[in-house]
């Protein structure tokens, strides 16, 4: 299992619906600092036109954490199917992985005085299959699943789509996968020039390598 997501953010209308969900599901501070999933607003014109552009995002949890590898107390590890978790009692709110980060995803939560952030929603895939965040999206965003299942929803939507990453350069080997919109106009007005497009034949032998590579360090939960 390699459990990872694809977001088709054109259809984004901001909503909201999966930060509420989040919240509920997941029991997550409240504060609109406090989010372990949000959407990333960015606003343009062209010639003359306004726009904006809604990228929804949260933890990427990377192949490469690099959140992972600072943690001085192994507060912040990876489980089966390559999700990054904190465990908070072993937390000393060193708020290095915070630092480590590059997508912003993690904050204190004041309650439990210790570091939170998306968790894909693990404590319920067995047994509804998908977060709550992707149930509850009314213009389906979010699709869910197992990168190593070739029969999965997630895996035949990429092999359809073309996608690209935030922060690639960062090469933490994220697990956000951005489909590349199939509007045209919209494509150009979202998708900046120096960004890489790829498809799945030409990533997926990248991620079996990551995988195969950190796939030790997954804990049986």
């Known amino acids: 299992m390699n459990y990872?997501?694809?977001?088709?953010?054109?259809?984004?209308?901001?909503?909201?619906?999966?930060?509420?969900?989040?919240?509920?599901?997941?029991?997550?501070?409240?504060g609109a600092d406090k989010q372990r999933i949000w959407v990333g607003v960015t606003e343009g014109s062209i010639f003359g036109n306004p726009f904006v552009n809604l990228y929804p995002s949260q933890c990427n949890h990377c192949i490469d954490a690099p959140c992972v590898s600072v943690c001085p107390t192994h507060a912040s590890h990876y489980v089966d199917g390559g999700v990054?978790?904190?465990?908070?009692?072993?937390?000393?709110?060193?708020?290095?992985c915070m630092e480590a980060c590059p997508y912003d995803a993690r904050f204190v939560d004041d309650t439990i005085f210790a570091v939170d952030k998306c968790t894909f929603c693990y404590h319920r895939i067995?047994?509804?299959?998908?977060?709550?965040?992707?149930?509850?999206?009314?213009t389906k965003v979010r699709m869910f699943g197992d990168l190593d299942d070739e029969n999965s929803d997630l895996v035949k939507l990429l092999k359809k789509r073309?996608?690209?990453?935030?922060?690639?350069?960062?090469?933490?080997?994220?697990?956000?996968?951005?489909?590349?919109p199939e509007d045209e106009n919209f494509l150009l007005r979202s998708v900046g020039k120096e960004t890489k497009i790829h498809t799945w034949d030409e990533i997926k032998p990248i991620y079996d390598k990551a995988k195969?590579?950190?796939?030790?360090?997954w804990k049986k939960s």
């Open 212 to 217: 195969a590579k950190r796939s030790k360090e």
């Open 84 to 96: 990054v978790m904190v465990d908070p009692t072993k937390c000393i709110l060193c708020k290095g």
């Open 126 to 138: 067995d047994e509804y299959g998908t977060t709550a965040c992707q149930a509850t999206c009314p």
């Open 162 to 180: 073309k996608f690209f990453f935030l922060k690639e350069s960062e090469k933490t080997v994220p697990k956000l996968f951005y489909l590349v």
């Open 4 to 30: 990872a997501m694809a977001l088709d953010y054109q259809n984004c209308i901001n909503c909201k619906a999966c930060e509420v969900a989040c919240k509920e599901e997941n029991g997550v501070q409240l």
